[in-house]
């Protein structure tokens, strides 16, 4: 379990976005992750995420951790009842998966098969609180397990979401811990100063708190995101830069690596690199880390 001793050590960790397949070829999946295996610590393996049907993260989690590499599984209040979450967390257990994030999931109608019907059977804090339970030997009825597995759980937290009290957020990053969240991811971050208001009322020696970097990949993305993300601030500043900069993917690289190195610089327990799609521009957005 690389990623808890990082994170028990106190050491930065470094999780990356690895989108499984639209289909079973899985060559892109692996080679992408083999290229920066030693570098990254955990491969955050998305539940069909934006609710587009995909490979699951069970399944892609377990064939990266045939090839070596320690992942993080997303376990999706939105699609499978209580019966089958709790069937696929023993599953990842039995295959070696230690590391887990529960999240809500995003609603069908955002996704590629848009009469599909949510589930929900669970909410959030309920998903977090059955993990522990298992973890303590037995299931949602109460029934004893023949073999408990252990996990490092993860969540997300609104963290620096514009628009959204600090307090609010305190309060249900909170209600996440009590149930037994050992980390936390943020939406993406641009800007320190959109963090600053949470981060005034939290102990980063104590919760673990973990940036999301997201690749933008054009000036229009940045624009998009700005306007419609409600979560997400984007300086205008920021969209300028890349707006003049002759090689505009070459920039969108170097400020991703620029918030990774500037992350580490502050104190965060490490940092999670989303690059939606462009995955091959893993080694040089993590370049700015060597030595």
């Not at 990842?92 to 599909?116: F, K, L, R, W």
Request: with cysteine.
């Amino acid at each position: 379990m690389r990623l808890k001793r990082k994170f028990d050590a106190g050491q930065f960790a470094i999780l990356a976005e690895m989108e499984p397949p639209k289909g079973v070829d899985i060559a892109g999946m692996v080679n992408n992750a083999t290229r920066v295996k030693g570098r990254v610590d955990a491969f955050v393996v998305p539940e069909m995420s934006n609710a587009v049907m995909r490979m699951s993260s069970l399944g892609g989690s377990m064939i990266l951790q045939q090839k070596g590499l320690e992942t993080v599984m997303q376990v999706c209040c939105r699609d499978r009842n209580r019966i089958a979450l709790q069937a696929d967390l023993l599953a990842a257990s039995a295959c070696g998966i230690n590391n887990v994030m529960a999240v809500t999931g995003e609603d069908p109608s955002y996704g590629d098969h848009h009469q599909a019907r949510s589930v929900y059977d669970i909410d959030l804090l309920e998903l977090i609180r059955a993990i522990i339970a298992l973890q303590d030997g037995k299931d949602m009825a109460g029934i004893e397990l023949a073999g408990a597995p252990e996990f490092l759980v993860g969540a997300t937290v609104d963290a620096g979401a514009p628009g959204k009290s600090p307090e609010l957020v305190l309060e249900e990053m909170n209600q996440k811990i009590d149930a037994g969240a050992q980390f936390f991811i943020t939406p993406p971050l641009f800007d320190l100063s959109a963090i600053e208001p949470f981060l005034r009322r939290v102990d980063l020696q104590q919760v673990k708190i973990i940036p999301t970097v997201l690749l933008l990949k054009s000036v229009g993305m940045a624009r998009y995101i700005a306007r419609n993300v409600a979560n997400v601030y984007i300086p205008d500043a920021l969209i300028d830069r890349i707006q003049k900069s002759p090689d505009k993917a070459r920039e969108c690289t170097q400020v991703a690596s620029g918030m990774v190195s500037t992350l580490k610089r502050n104190g965060f327990s490490g940092v999670y690199v989303a690059t939606i799609g462009w995955e091959d521009k893993l080694p040089e957005i993590l370049e700015g880390l060597k030595g």
